[in-house]
């Protein structure tokens, strides 16, 4: 994804106070607790790594990937289950309205180098998705079966800490269904959803960008704006904004 760092300014401001949120640390405890991690792969990430990766370094996904890592130790430490979604395509086959990106076999759809020990690491499940929303990506076509329930409810998960990216993209898309999985008692144990707001990140689209593309006005996407609706959207929905993740 095409990034540049939107600064602050009165819109941002105008936005985080008409729509506010209010960030607070989560505590883990011994609370049975897995970390699920969102499309932290280089398609997304990594610099020049395709159509949808940064084509220069961008803080706000550099912090994303740092505290992921940092959490995903943290986690498997302490023996508790990690989950992370890799989006993954069959090539030739498009996902509209975004440009062709982690192809199977590309590259693009796997964990950014930071994150490759994840693939050997026992506590954790790897699962490839090839949609938006990691709930519905999940699912079984043969058999119906949905593998995040599982994992779930194998573990009697009583909370879900978040993070990934694009924040108001796939985090939230999957943030929102399984609040609702939750509520339909799809996941008995469930109660807490808790998206770490330094462990979520997005990309930045400027009006500039998008004339220069060819892009419709649709594609204009400022990062901070965009991160702050994401994290909004999924907090009215009921899940619990962190601000930090205390283990």
């Known amino acids: 994804m095409v990034t540049t760092l939107t600064p602050p300014n009165s819109t941002l401001a105008a936005i985080e106070a008409a729509l506010p949120i209010d960030p607070q640390p989560y505590t883990v405890g011994d609370l049975p607790t897995g970390?699920?991690?969102?499309?932290?792969v280089n398609g997304f990430c990594t610099i020049g790594y395709g159509a949808l990766a940064p084509t220069e370094p961008n803080e706000q996904i550099e912090t994303m990937v740092t505290e992921s890592n940092r959490l995903a130790k943290a986690f498997t430490a302490r023996g508790l289950p990690i989950l992370a979604f890799l989006d993954t395509h069959k090539p030739g086959k498009p996902e509209p309205p975004y440009p062709t990106h982690c192809e199977k076999g590309s590259g693009e759809e796997k964990l950014v180098p930071q994150l490759e020990w994840l693939e050997k690491d026992p506590n954790t499940t790897?699962?490839?998705k090839d949609c938006i929303n990691g709930f519905v990506g999940s699912i079984e076509l043969d058999t119906g079966n949905n593998t995040l329930l599982q994992w779930i409810n194998h573990n009697k998960l009583e909370a879900l800490v978040v993070v990934g990216i694009c924040t108001d993209i796939c985090v939230m898309d999957f943030v929102v269904t399984i609040v609702s999985a939750r509520n339909?008692?799809?996941?008995?144990?469930?109660?807490?959803?808790?998206?770490?707001?330094e462990g979520c990140s997005t990309f930045d689209m400027t009006p500039e960008m998008v004339t220069q593309l060819g892009l419709p006005k649709t594609a204009i996407h400022?990062?901070?704006?965009?991160?702050?609706?994401?994290?909004?959207?999924?907090?009215?929905r009921g899940a619990f904004i962190a601000s930090a993740i205390l283990l």
Not at 184 to 197: E, N, S
Not at 222 to 236: C, F, K, N, R
């Open 35 to 40: 970390l699920v991690i969102v499309d932290v």
């Open 126 to 128: 790897l699962i490839e």
């Open 184 to 197: 339909h008692d799809l996941t008995p144990t469930l109660k807490d959803i808790a998206v770490y707001t």
């Open 222 to 236: 400022p990062q901070d704006i965009s991160h702050h609706v994401g994290l909004y959207t999924m907090a009215e």
